[in-house]
Structures are given as structure tokens and as C-alpha cells.
């Protein structure tokens, strides 16, 4: 009796899946910017935070001050 012949390719994650899908609607220079708009978006959020970690330090110096 043999074993079942084991399988060498592996199963796409979501995100190639995605990522195959987008590459079939969307053009390159479309994808492209896409993902500059997120890369963007995200930065924005990181300084956002980062502006309200400053904020709070500033109010508690400003607090701490008599």
C-alpha cells in the first residue's frame, strides 16, 4: 500500500488571492496608485497619533508647572 502523493504547490493566502484579483481589474498604474492612496493614509494616522502623543505630553508639563 502506497501513501497518497503529496501535493508541492501551496495554497494562496486571502491576500494573493486579492492581489490576483486586483491585478485581472485593474490596470498597473491604477494599482499603483492605490496603494500610494493607502501608504498615504496610513502615514497620515501615524502622525495623527503621534501629534496626540505630543499634545498630552504638553498638557502634563504644563500641568505640572506652578
Do not use: C, H, Y
Not at 21 to 50: C, F, P, Y
Request: aromatic share 4%; charged share 30%.
Amino acid at each position: 500500500m502506497q501513501a497518497a502523493p503529496v501535493r508541492a504547490t501551496a495554497i494562496p493566502s486571502f491576500t494573493d488571492a486579492l492581489r490576483a484579483v486586483e491585478s485581472l481589474l485593474m490596470s498597473s498604474g491604477q494599482r499603483t496608485a492605490r496603494r500610494n492612496a493607502w501608504t498615504s493614509v496610513l502615514e497620515d494616522r501615524r502622525r495623527a497619533k503621534d501629534r496626540v502623543e505630543a499634545q498630552r505630553v504638553l498638557d502634563q508639563v504644563t500641568a505640572t508647572r506652578p
